[in-house]
């Protein structure tokens, strides 16, 4: 279910920022359950990943940031920003990017993968995240928090 930025207020962090994943464990790939559907004057988005807890040595996680355009017919979830990978091994870490809407975008196919770090400056109106973990054997999770926060011009 997509909601509206302004229609959440058990997510809302702070007046600015917004949670698309909080303090929840994960031990396996997956989608963010929420997807929220910005304000139309957004024209950047900041963005914080917080990893609480990480696991055991080999164990990587990657998160990535998904917006939702329209392509061919249907609606899809693109990736625009992957944040830089982090071992299970990393003590509380936390990373901020930023995208912004007016900003050249090179042309790619959508199959195609973000390196770590990497970031595409699309601008949907709905948002969410994702998650990668790669099990470096034994019990593997990751405890981390995900934000967002529209900046209006």
Not at 45 to 50: F, G, I, T, Y
Not at 126 to 142: A, L, M, Q, Y
Request: glycine share 12%; with cysteine; hydrophobic share 40%.
């Amino acid at each position: 279910m997509i909601r509206f930025a302004s229609s959440y207020p058990e997510h809302q962090v702070s007046e600015d920022w917004i949670a698309l994943h909080t303090s929840a464990t994960e031990t396996v790939d997956g989608d963010g359950t929420l997807e929220v559907r910005l304000p139309e004057n957004c024209r950047g988005l900041m963005m914080q990943m917080a990893v609480i807890g990480g696991s055991l040595v080999g164990d990587l996680f990657d998160l990535y940031v998904q917006t939702q355009i329209h392509l061919g017919g249907g609606d899809v979830w693109v990736d625009v920003l992957r944040f830089t990978q982090i071992a299970g091994t990393d003590p509380s870490i936390a990373y901020i990017d930023k995208l912004v809407a007016g900003l050249d975008q090179p042309t790619f196919n959508n199959a195609t993968g973000l390196a770590a770090g990497a970031k595409r400056h699309l601008m949907g109106a709905n948002w969410r995240c994702r998650w990668e973990i790669t099990d470096g054997g034994g019990i593997h999770s990751f405890l981390f928090d995900m934000y967002i926060q529209p900046m209006n011009g």
